[in-house]
């Protein structure tokens, strides 16, 4: 009746410590492309700001920044 007891306690352990690896797993996955996601929005933000030329917005128009806006999107495209 030990055995017993023991054999399934062990069996038990085994099934917990299983799940929490697969767990763990798709943990680490869903890091990881948390991580891709970012540094791909942070090479973009820096090819925007870049393209938009920030530094001199006060000086342009409202039609020369559609333009720039425009120019922007046909040269780098966009994402959906």
């Known amino acids: ?5 023991i054999t399934f306690t062990l069996i038990l352990i085994s099934i917990v410590f299983i799940v929490c690896l ?4 798709k943990f680490n ?5 948390r ?15 870049e393209c938009f030329d920030l530094k ?7 039609s020369d920044s559609m333009k720039l ?6 040269k780098y ?3 959906k």
């Open 1 to 5: 009746m030990k055995i017993l007891k």
């Open 22 to 25: 697969k767990k763990y797993s």
């Open 29 to 33: 996955i869903s890091r990881d492309l």
């Open 35 to 49: 991580n891709e996601e970012k540094n791909k929005l942070k090479k973009s933000a820096e090819v925007l700001n």
């Open 56 to 62: 001199n917005k006060s000086q342009r128009t409202l």
């Open 69 to 74: 806006i425009e120019y922007c999107l046909k």
């Open 77 to 79: 495209g966009y994402e």
